[in-house]
């Protein structure tokens, strides 16, 4: 191993942790500018760690260990493309960083928002190429969630949000969200957790290589 790999070590796990948080905040952010800022640190944090376990690693007989971490980067394209969209965000700034706020819709009207929306009966919305009457009432709207009205729950659809992602375009190529038939809204966290998952493995395997490294006499 590289030498004062022990403090670099110490640093990827830092970092790990950190994507771990972030994690958290992805799920539980109640604000929706708060999301990108949870996805952005996790793609930071994210490439530091890969960068700290390659530099503690990189020398002597660890040395497969680090070229294998890497092409497994490569070669995953959930890790890849989190790879790649960090490197995007640090060069690009003209690019939309879009994220779905939360909504609710009833019978295909959404409301954004906050605010208490009245809604008539000759208000009618189109499905299937049928026009039908909307419920008639008021919501009361915060934060783009339902929290009352006079409209049965029923009648009511909730929609979470979430980070929109697409293409990334770096360094003349092209990398599609690699996850393309899971949901939208849940795309980003999926990946995620798929880079956390990935991050604490590679760092036991670090740390187990780190003790071999100092001998049964610790050193």
Do not use: C
């Not at 294998?68 to 969209?85: C, H, I, M, R, T």
């Not at 939360?102 to 409301?111: A, L, N, P």
């Not at 208000?123 to 709207?141: A, D, E, H, T, W």
């Amino acid at each position: 191993m590289r030498q004062g790999y022990e403090q670099i070590l110490r640093n990827a796990e830092q970092e790990v942790e950190y994507v771990g948080d972030l994690l958290k905040e992805l799920v539980s952010a109640q604000e929706t500018k708060k999301l990108w800022r949870a996805w952005s640190g996790i793609l930071d944090h994210y490439v530091k760690a890969v960068s700290a376990l390659r530099r503690a690693t990189i020398d002597g007989s660890s040395k497969w260990w680090s070229d294998k971490l890497l092409a497994e980067q490569k070669s995953d394209p959930l890790l890849q493309f989190a790879f790649q969209a960090r490197h995007n965000a640090n060069h690009v700034f003209e690019g939309k960083r879009d994220a779905q706020p939360r909504r609710v819709s009833i019978g295909g009207v959404s409301f954004r928002g906050n605010g208490n929306h009245v809604m008539e009966g000759n208000v009618y919305g189109n499905k299937g190429g049928r026009f039908r009457p909307l419920p008639s009432g008021n919501i009361v709207i915060k934060d783009g969630q339902y929290i009352g009205g006079t409209i049965p729950n029923h009648k009511v659809v909730q929609y979470e949000h979430f980070v929109i992602l697409t293409a990334v375009k770096t360094q003349g190529r092209v990398y599609p969200v690699p996850n393309p038939k899971t949901d939208r809204s849940k795309q980003a966290l999926e990946i995620s957790e798929h880079v956390y998952d990935w991050l604490q493995k590679k760092l036991r395997e670090a740390l187990k290589m780190a003790e071999a490294e100092k001998g049964p006499e610790g050193g």
